[in-house]
Structures are given as C-alpha cells and as structure tokens.
Nanobody
Framework: QVQLVESGGGLVQAGGSLTLSCAAS????????MGWFRQAPGKEREFVASITPSAGGTRYEDSLKGRFTLSRDNAKNTVYLRMNSLKPEDTAVYYC??????????????????WGQGTQVTVSS
C-alpha cells in the first residue's frame, strides 16, 4: 500500500502561482511513477502531468505545457506540481496518483494504482 497526501491548494487570483505537494508513504517511493490529475465540477477527471521514478521523464497535458512543472524529490518521498500563470479554468480538485513502474505511467487514470484525497485549487478572475 502507498498512502498519498496532497497539500498546497487554495485560492489564488488569475495570473498567480501555486505549488502543490504530494507526500508518499508506505512503500519505496523511488519504485513509483507519479501523476497528477484534476477534476472540475461536472467534468471528468483529466490528466495533468506525470513523472517517472527517476525523474528522467515528464509528460504534460499539451494545453498545460509551459505553465505547469512537475518534479520529485525521492529523498523526501514527495512530488511537486508548480503551477504558474493560473487561469480560472484551472479551478479543480487536484489529485496525486502513483503507479509501480519504471516506465512512463501514461495519462489514463486507470493506469494508476494509488490515489490521494485531492486538494482544491480555486482561481478567481
């Protein structure tokens, strides 16, 4: 079992920045690829970004490239999602997810084995 706890969400004005953190516990963190997803009210959960266990490979939803940056610190068992130039349409609950694989985990939510409880991000106009 892997436990994931997200933090760092909140209310921010459009154009602002936030950094989300996801702390993992329970298993060897460096065995897991990590991903972030988000779900806005009335919408399906969508892929945001993913990172391989070694941090050698990251992938972003095309529309988020250049604004969001995903990184990880395996010594701290934590992944970070830096979000810049936030827009009202970025408002959603953001979820961290983990998959035990050395390969890129992909963008499908069903690929992931473990999920956090989510953290709310609200961007005001």
């Amino acid at each position: 079992q892997v436990q994931l706890v997200e933090s760092g969400g909140g209310l921010v004005q459009a154009g602002g920045s936030l950094t989300l953190s996801c702390a993992a516990s329970g298993r060897t963190f460096s065995y897991y690829a990590m991903g972030w997803f988000r779900q806005a009210p009335g919408k399906e959960r969508e892929f945001v970004a993913s990172i391989t266990p070694s941090a050698g490979g990251t992938r972003y939803e095309d529309s988020l490239k250049g604004r969001f940056t995903l990184s990880r610190d395996n010594a701290k068992n934590t992944v970070y999602l830096r979000m810049n130039s936030l827009k009202p349409e970025d408002t959603a609950v953001y979820y961290c997810a983990a998959k035990q694989t050395a390969l890129p985990p992909g963008s499908r939510a069903s690929n992931y084995d473990y999920w956090g409880q989510g953290t709310q991000v609200t961007v005001s106009s």
